[in-house]
T-cell receptor, first 114, second 113 residues
């Protein structure tokens, strides 16, 4: 069975600072990996996804993530935090693109200080 | 895009009651998935419907059931509500069964008293 672990339920950064949200996965076969963002009272919005193409994946709003098989990691980064980045971020894994469920981590709440 | 619309946005029920949550998928999306997000947790997969047939189910009891209709709408039904059913229920639609292009609704917040 696949799973993801998000280290740090709360992360706080200053505006303009680097954002690093950590995600490690466990999967018996090559996974598909996703990062979603959830703003208050809203659903989930896809930030980016890894589906076995390039290991460095660029997403929306300046975010990117790098798939590292040797470390079983898929950490999310953004060079410079903006106040509007404050939200809950979820890492998710799927075993294949067709028909399998998404298994989510427990989320990381990002706070951005002025 | 019309997006995914869920109704109602909030709902309060008492233990033992039954509830129906509704979802209107993006036009043309023939797959709908339902997720339960408990407070402070990530979403958990309930089940998926593809072309009106259940096409995968998570670790949820049979009192959680669903329907998908030809007009891109769907329902999640929960019988014999329990306190632990209190959660945000998210509907997500897609074309085909792939998970990489899910479009999520804003959810229905269910409180069971």
């Amino acid at each position: 069975a696949q799973s993801v672990t998000q280290l740090g339920s709360h992360v706080s950064v200053s505006e303009g600072a680097l954002v690093l949200l950590r995600c490690n996965y466990s999967s018996s076969v090559p996974p598909y990996l996703f990062w979603y963002v959830q703003y208050p009272n809203q659903g989930l919005q896809l930030l980016l996804k890894y589906t076995s193409a390039a290991t460095l994946v660029k997403g929306i709003n300046g975010f990117e993530a790098e798939f590292k098989k040797s470390e079983t990691s898929f950490h999310l980064t953004k060079p410079s935090a903006h106040m509007s980045d404050a939200a809950e971020y979820f890492c998710a894994v799927s075993l294949k693109s067709s028909g399998d469920k998404l298994t989510f981590g427990t989320g990381t709440r990002l706070a951005v200080r002025p | 895009e019309t997006g995914v619309t869920q109704s109602p946005t909030h709902l309060i029920k008492t233990r033992g009651q039954q509830v129906t949550l509704r979802c209107s998928s993006q036009s043309g999306h023939n797959t709908v998935s339902w997720y339960q997000q408990a407070l402070g947790q990530g979403p958990q997969f309930i089940f998926q419907y593809y072309r009106e047939e259940e096409n995968g189910r998570g670790n949820f009891p049979p009192r959680f059931s669903g329907l998908q209709f030809p007009n891109y709408s769907s329902e999640l039904n929960v019988n014999a509500l329990e306190l632990d059913d209190s959660a945000l229920y998210l509907c997500a639609s897609s074309i085909g069964q792939g998970q990489e292009k899910l479009l999520f609704g804003s959810g229905t917040q269910l409180s069971v008293l």
